[in-house]
Nanobody
Framework: QVQLVESGGGLVQPGGSLRLSCAAS????????MNWYRQAHGTQRELVAA??????NYADSVKGRFTISRDNTKNTVYLQMNSLKPEDTAVYYC??????????????WGQGTQVTVSS
């Protein structure tokens, strides 16, 4: 079983910055992708940024403002969010996909962290 613990959310003014962290622990043989999703009130969950074997992918709405990175030694993925806008307000979820030591695929989600952009 793979557990994800997120941190770094909060309240920030428009134009400000936040850095989200997501640490993965448990039975992980390999990690294939590490992703960040978000879900605003009354909307569907959307992919914000993805770190895959093919490279980095970003939603058009965050390109140039958000940066996803990872520290493989800590099994941690980060989301640096700059120039935040009120429309970035949402619950942000970490998602990690890979293979455990039984060579069974896993698809784990964090508990979510609230990001509120408001003056």
């Amino acid at each position: 079983q793979v557990q994800l613990v997120e941190s770094g959310g909060g309240l920030v003014q428009p134009g400000g910055s936040l850095r989200l962290s997501c640490a993965a622990s448990g039975s992980m043989f390999s990690i294939d992708t590490m992703n960040w999703y978000r879900q605003a009130h009354g909307t569907q969950r959307e992919l914000v940024a993805a770190f895959t074997s093919g490279g980095l992918n970003y939603a058009d709405s965050v390109k140039g403002r958000f940066t996803i990175s990872r520290d493989n030694t800590k099994n941690t993925v980060y989301l640096q969010m700059n120039s935040l806008k009120p429309e970035d307000t949402a619950v942000y979820y970490c998602n990690v996909q890979g293979t455990d030591f039984r060579l069974i695929s896993f698809d784990s989600w964090g508990q979510g962290t609230q990001v509120t952009v408001s003056s």
